[in-house]
């Protein structure tokens, strides 16, 4: 739809249909390329999985927009690029019952969660089935992710920096953990998008070139922190 340049009522209710569906072949393909035989599919391994698909779907995307009109091409790049376009209350209507459902659902499995966080053994003794419950996470992380991008484009790093900066300062409460990420988050994409508007005056920079900015640094730490984790460990 935003190839074509189809933001009708029609198609904007589509929206979230078809980056639902391309959420889940996209996570359905990171999981078949991350997973191994002896270990199933390893955070660092499903993790570096994702960042490699991302980097081959967005070239991707690149080639499918060379025949665009002017238009039409740069308001592709811009959504590429981060530009938390879908801000009307049109937009916000299309995507809340998805968000609601998909936020939901994450609380409900919470207690699944903090049952994770003692591993697998601990989480398979207190009767935890371990393939259903990831899938249904993964599911409902893939809805609001791709609700999400379908609005504001592709921001990196934001699910990578928050997350974390919440664990650190609320520890291991899931609860706390779940609330304080999505304030952190939404806050960077405020402040980033405020800054974009003020750092030039003469147009104005996407939000996601200026999370990257902050994101990649971050992430880099962690990585150099935590060798042999992830992230997220």
């Known amino acids: 739809m935003l190839l074509a340049g189809d933001m009708s009522s029609i198609a904007t209710?589509?929206?979230?249909?078809v980056a639902l569906a391309g959420a889940l072949l996209s996570t359905l393909l990171v999981f078949a390329c991350a997973?191994?035989?002896?270990?199933?599919?390893?955070?660092?391994?499903?993790?570096?999985?994702?960042?490699?698909?991302?980097?081959?779907?967005?070239?991707?995307m690149v080639l499918m927009t060379l025949k665009l009109s002017p238009d039409n091409y740069q308001f592709v790049m811009n959504w590429l690029a981060?530009?938390?376009?879908?801000?009307?209350w049109p937009y916000i209507a299309m995507a809340l019952p998805w968000l609601i459902v998909?936020?939901?659902?994450?609380?409900?499995?919470?207690p699944v969660l903090s049952a994770f966080t003692l591993g697998d053994d601990a989480a398979q003794a207190l009767g935890v089935s371990l393939r259903?419950?990831?899938?249904?996470?993964?599911?409902l992380a893939a809805m609001l992710a791709g609700v999400s991008?379908?609005?504001?484009?592709?921001?990196?790093?934001?699910g990578l920096i928050t997350p974390n900066l919440a664990r650190q300062l609320v520890g291991s409460h899931q609860r706390y953990q779940l609330i304080l990420a999505g304030l952190l988050g939404s806050s960077l994409l405020l402040a980033a998008d405020t800054l974009g508007k003020l750092i030039t005056t003469t147009t104005e920079l996407p939000v996601g070139v200026l999370v990257a900015v902050i994101g990649a640094p971050y992430f880099i730490y962690v990585l150099v922190k935590k060798p042999t984790g992830t992230p997220g460990n």
Do not use: D, K
């Open 149 to 158: 991008v379908a609005l504001s484009g592709a921001i990196s790093f934001v």
């Open 102 to 110: 998909g936020t939901l659902g994450i609380l409900s499995e919470l």
């Open 82 to 88: 981060g530009s938390m376009w879908g801000t009307s």
């Open 132 to 139: 259903r419950h990831r899938l249904i996470l993964m599911a």
């Open 35 to 60: 997973y191994q035989p002896a270990t199933g599919c390893p955070p660092n391994r499903l993790l570096l999985t994702g960042i490699a698909l991302s980097g081959c779907f967005s070239a991707v």
């Open 13 to 17: 209710y589509g929206l979230p249909l």
